[in-house]
């Protein structure tokens, strides 16, 4: 773990309020979730207080929206449970930690934060091994905390600015506290609030922060093995809800073609007999066959993807499965479309669009989209003529515009 924490997401809490200029106050926070417009930030509610709250508070120059605890709680939590959750629009593009209640007395961490040098603000790493645990009273409340014990020749101490910073397990690589005070001149040892009291503060939200793991009495072997069991165990969770999700909307669209081809029937369109344009019939002959054009396509766009691109479809196989969900949807609103010469058919289509996901992708997945549109148009399009090709291209272009617009 030496330099893995160099790819994981650890920023400055900075402000734009004069008064904390004046009195240099800054700390730490810490990535620990993400949805797919926001980023989630673990640091101490003194830090958030000292700057000067969550409007004046910037975490990376950007500015913050206080989730827990409530902003009238900062000032007391300083003294008892000193933990605050900021949620920042962007910086998707970082990895976020990952948490454990796990702890035992003696393991070797390493704290990532920033101290004051000079006129600056610099990131550093230091070390040392967990001391006795440690109870934060305020009132009725008891917090779980830890000491810290630096180590003896470090070549940085603990400051004031790792305020909010991540301990971070040694071996494994999850966060196990947070550091809240340093606790004599010396800076060789400190205090963290341990991260079970992590559910405290976050209450109901949205993000799977914690790993379910309590194995204070285990050995280091144990640990090891009971750390990657509920990592494993928790990936294989979320594949089956993946799973269950994409069954369930794939169902939902198959009764939406039955229910569409009974209103065809009920309008009893005859377009075997349409002189105008002969083509109509087969062509709608064709596109009732979803599933099979869909996979058909899909197969022929995938063969041009650049191999760095297949490379990372293969770790997220759930989406290339609404990849070819997507193409069987738009093939249905197609054969929608032509069947009532109604190209406005298309535009309450609701597509997954996996692909369109640039902190993943980049720009290859919207070409990806790109190129299936191509090949749909000279595919479908080929020996048909007249009214039924210009609804067609008329469909496509409507559904790729609405791809454009989402990429």
């Known amino acids: 773990m030496s330099s893995d924490h160099q790819k994981y997401a650890v920023a400055v809490v900075t402000s734009t309020s004069s008064t904390s200029h004046e009195k240099n106050q800054f700390g730490s926070a810490f990535l620990i979730g993400r949805d797919e417009k926001s980023t989630y930030w673990l640091t101490c509610a003194h830090v958030i207080d000292d700057v000067g709250g969550d409007e004046p508070a910037r975490v990376n120059g950007h500015s913050v929206e206080l989730i827990a605890p409530e902003k009238e709680q900062l000032t007391l939590l300083r ?78 101490t603990l400051q004031a600015g790792y305020s909010g910073s991540p301990v971070i397990d040694q071996e494994t690589g999850y966060v196990i506290g947070v550091v809240t005070q340093v606790e004599w001149e010396g800076k060789k040892q400190g205090l963290a609030i341990a991260i079970e009291s992590l559910r405290k503060v976050a209450g109901d939200l949205p993000i799977n922060f914690l790993k379910a793991v309590h194995l204070q009495n285990l050995s280091d072997a144990d640990l090891r093995k009971n750390l990657a069991l509920t990592a494993a165990s928790n990936e294989l969770e979320q594949l089956r809800q993946d799973l269950q999700r994409f069954f369930e909307e794939r169902k939902a669209i198959e009764l939406k073609i039955q229910d569409i081809e009974i209103k065809i029937q009920e309008l009893n369109i005859e377009v ?116 039924s090709k210009n609804l067609l291209l008329q469909g496509l272009d409507s559904i790729e515009e609405q791809i454009s617009l989402s990429s």
């Open 79 to 156: 003294n008892g449970c000193d933990l605050a959750i900021v949620k920042v629009e962007g910086l998707l593009d970082e990895k976020p930690f990952e948490l454990s209640e796990a702890a035992i007395e003696g393991r070797k961490f390493f704290i990532v934060g920033y101290s004051q040098e000079d006129t600056s603000k610099v990131r550093r790493r230091i070390s040392g091994c967990l001391g006795e645990p440690a109870v934060i009273t305020l009132g009725t409340d008891n917090t779980s905390a830890w000491h810290l014990e630096i180590d003896s020749n470090p070549k940085y």
């Open 272 to 387: 075997e007999d349409d002189d105008h344009d002969p083509g109509r019939a087969s062509l709608l002959q064709k596109l009732q066959k979803q599933s099979e054009l869909a996979k058909k396509y899909g197969d022929l766009t995938i063969n041009k993807f650049p191999i760095d691109l297949k490379e990372m479809i293969e770790t997220h196989p759930e989406d290339l499965d609404y990849f070819y969900l997507d193409i069987e949807t738009c093939i249905t609103r197609l054969y929608y479309t032509l069947s009532f010469n109604d190209v406005t058919a298309v535009d309450d289509i609701t597509l997954k669009l996996p692909l369109v996901n640039k902190s993943r992708y980049g720009d290859q997945g919207s070409d990806a989209y790109l190129e299936l549109f191509k090949l749909l148009k000279k595919g479908l399009t080929y020996g048909t003529s007249g009214e």
